[in-house]
């Protein structure tokens, strides 16, 4: 298996402009999560979804930012109108629903909005 | 609701010398127990875990935990550190009154002297 393949690795943006995160889970992982990495705040929950649903997007910071799982092969993190402060490693991870399964994290993708 | 704290940001030790990193949980039920480890520009990636059963258990390179109930501790150690060792190592805990989300530390960074 490939594990969770994140696209683009690095991405260097203007404020203002859009900026499209993807991600591939795992096959047969039902839970897909989004976190977002800085050096102040750490590691944040942004959203997660179950079989393609989205569960929970209270750590979405404001309404710029948006999340799709078209189907359970796919997802993209969406920011429009980007800012410097969204300046982050986001990491996508995929998981098998239940009981003591962890997560398995792709390898991230550095944003940085100048 | 679960949390986890890590003590020590930091931790620098000797090529060589014993590592030691301390978890403490808070569950309201049987917790499941991850650690995770961040090697620079790369995600993070599973050490170890534990679910039931035996208490002490060991991951990958050479680490392992121990689950003691009674101090809410999931400590993890490996006996002599390698430069190799040198990353940012999370602590993770999920349960059952959450969906088995995942609830991190704020990470601990192992630095490893010559």
């Known amino acids: 298996d490939a594990g969770v393949i994140q696209s683009p690795r690095h991405e260097v943006t203007e404020m203002g402009q859009e900026v499209t995160l993807r991600c591939k889970p795992i096959s047969g992982h039902n839970s897909l999560f989004w976190y977002r990495q800085t050096m102040m705040r750490g590691l944040e929950l942004l959203i997660y979804?179950?079989?393609?649903?989205?569960?929970?997007d209270s750590g979405m910071p404001e309404d710029r930012f948006s999340a799709k799982m078209p189907n359970a092969s796919f997802s993209t993190l969406k920011i429009q109108p980007s800012e410097p402060r969204d300046s982050a490693v986001y990491f996508c991870?995929?998981?098998?629903?239940?009981?003591?399964?962890?997560?398995?994290f792709g390898s991230g993708t550095r944003l940085t909005v100048v | 609701a679960q949390s986890v704290t890590q003590l020590g940001s930091h931790v620098s030790v000797s090529e060589g010398a014993l590592v030691l990193l301390r978890c403490n949980y808070s569950s309201s039920v049987p917790p499941y127990l991850f650690w995770y480890v961040q090697y620079p520009n790369q995600g993070l990636q599973l050490l170890l875990k534990?679910?039931?059963?035996?208490?002490l258990v060991k991951g990958i390179n050479g680490f392992e935990a121990e689950f003691k109930k009674s101090e809410t501790s999931f400590h993890l150690t490996k006996p002599s550190a390698h430069m190799s060792d040198a990353a940012e190592y999370f602590c993770?805990?999920?349960?059952?009154?959450?969906?088995?989300?995942?609830?991190f530390g704020a990470g601990t960074t192992v630095t490893v002297r010559a």
């Open positions: 534990y679910t039931t059963g035996a208490t």
């Open positions: 979804f179950n079989n393609n649903v989205p569960i929970d």
């Open positions: 991870a995929s998981r098998e629903t239940g009981a003591g399964y962890g997560y398995t």
């Open positions: 993770a805990v999920s349960d059952r009154t959450n969906d088995y989300k995942l609830s």
